[in-house]
């Protein structure tokens, strides 16, 4: 057997910052293990993230990588505005006025950035500040620009901290005017994933996705449904219909619904996206005390690996990265914890829910079906498809293979996004020659790059003839000679 490059299955993605814009240590990051670099639209300005995609197009060049982008939007997120000396102290059982009108906050008035609360909220309902380290209720409103609330469990209130009312229907639309903004930013940058927060329905995905065809009909950008609201978890299934990808935003969704739900929605999610072929991420606190400190606790450890046998396709860091000590030790640490993991056969193949194909895409389903099972039973290192769409790298990693899934694509910008999905690499490939050759080609690649060797079996897939790009209706077994 000769050396080879061995890549984890479980995608990281880590969010850019302060701490991380550098092209030295960009580059020091994707060295680590990044895959996908997540770009905060709710912190940092165009011209400094413009510098930042920049670096990273130096790094893949530099590295031959396919870093993937993904843009991840505000959305209608609530917040506390200015408050008087940095903080003031919220004590159990005083009364906190919420008034719509800028002021600078302090101990018995405060100004939100929602216009609407007032006529959104009514008595009763819980108002949570700070992912819920705070807690009020709501006494009364006007209706118009004020709201009165009782403080149930007191502590600082510090300036610009969220607002969660998990028990209220806001009126915000899922897209702000800063949004659209930031999403006429990304779709020009050719951003390769956009996350829309706080989605609430199916129809909130419908809504970018027109955007993004209308801004460019042949926009290759697609869309990941961050799910945090109770609302959409219990429109999961039409939003997986619509959606290209979900995110498991565990932070305030552990504050909108009972935090000992999250666990349990975090499995279901996971189990519906790979029934559906569609890459979900686990986000938000999971290497956290790494920020600061040199390793992660063993509690971050295993919710890393858990997530990873749950078969995840990514899991994120978001400040451990952004403005952490040192980001491409966290990067590090993580790909261990994923690499110990991924030795283990049973997260390989395990059991998946039937699902029915839709009639144009039946052939192609069960060619990539058919490859990953026989691919178990002759034990090949390999599965190798070319596409042009990308589809069959989404349904092939979503069996969870354990032979690696290596794609070949003329497309560039299917080659980024794929940096998202399990157990996936990409190559650039556009030589316009017959299937055989071709077959022939990508094999003396893969052996020159040191990732097949000598008797190992290969599964080939592929659309014949190669030359019209259609759905792939071709398997082919081989031994590497």
Not at 419 to 427: A, D, I, P
Request: with cysteine; charged share 25%; net charge neutral.
């Amino acid at each position: 057997m000769s050396t080879r490059i061995q890549y984890n299955r479980t995608k990281i993605v880590a969010t850019l910052g302060p701490a991380s814009s550098s092209p030295e240590i960009l580059e020091e990051m994707v060295k680590a293990g990044a895959d996908v670099f997540r770009i905060n639209f709710s912190h940092g300005d165009y011209s400094a993230v413009e510098e930042q995609l920049a670096n990273i197009a130096a790094v893949n060049r530099k590295l031959g990588t396919h870093t993937a982008l993904l843009g991840d939007l505000q959305g209608p997120k609530l917040r506390i505005g200015e408050v008087e000396n940095n903080g003031v102290q919220l004590v159990e059982g005083a009364q906190l006025y919420f008034t719509t009108e800028k002021m600078i906050g302090n101990a018995s008035k405060v100004y939100i950035t929602y216009p609407q609360f007032p006529r959104d909220v009514k008595a009763g309902e819980n108002i949570l500040i700070d992912d819920g380290k705070l807690v009020l209720r709501v006494d009364s409103t006007n209706g118009k620009d004020e709201v009165v609330a009782t403080v149930l469990h007191g502590g600082i209130l510090s300036s610009k901290k969220g607002v969660n009312l998990p028990n209220t229907k806001i009126s915000l639309p899922c897209l702000t005017e800063k949004d659209l903004k930031d999403l006429e930013f990304a779709l020009k940058h050719k951003f390769d994933w956009i996350g829309l927060s706080f989605v609430r329905s199916a129809a909130d995905i419908i809504e970018l996705k027109g955007i993004i065809r209308n801004y460019d009909s042949g926009c290759k950008s697609k869309v990941i449904a961050k799910i945090e609201k109770p609302e959409a978890v219990a429109d999961i299934d039409s939003i997986l219909a619509e959606t290209d990808a979900i995110m498991v935003a565990r932070g305030d969704l552990g504050v909108e619904v009972p935090m000992q739900r999250v666990p349990v929605i975090q499995k279901m999610l996971v189990k519906k996206c790979r029934a559906a072929s569609k890459p979900v991420i686990i986000a938000t606190q999971m290497m956290e005390s790494m920020i600061t400190n040199i390793s992660p606790t063993r509690a971050e450890v295993s919710d890393v690996a858990n997530s990873v046998m749950d078969g995840a396709d990514a899991v994120m860091l978001s400040g451990e990265t952004s403005v952490g000590k040192h980001p491409h030790k966290v990067i590090g640490a993580m790909s261990k914890i994923i690499a110990q993991v991924e030795e283990e056969s049973d997260i390989y193949y395990s059991a998946m829910s039937d699902r029915v194909s839709a009639p144009e895409r039946y052939l192609s389903d069960q060619i990539c079906y058919a490859a990953t099972q026989l691919s178990k039973q002759v034990d090949a290192s390999a599965i190798i498809t070319m596409t042009h769409s990308g589809y069959t790298a989404f349904k092939v990693s979503s069996y969870r293979p354990k032979a690696n899934v290596f794609v070949f694509t003329e497309n560039y910008s299917i080659l980024t996004q794929l940096s998202l999905v399990w157990g996936v690499r990409g190559f650039y490939y556009n030589k316009d020659i017959s299937t055989d050759h071709t077959i022939a080609d990508i094999k003396f690649i893969l052996k020159k790059e040191g990732l097949i060797a000598k008797d190992e079996f290969i599964i080939n897939i592929a659309s014949i003839p190669i030359s019209e790009k259609g759905k792939t209706n071709m398997i082919k077994l081989t031994q590497v000679e």
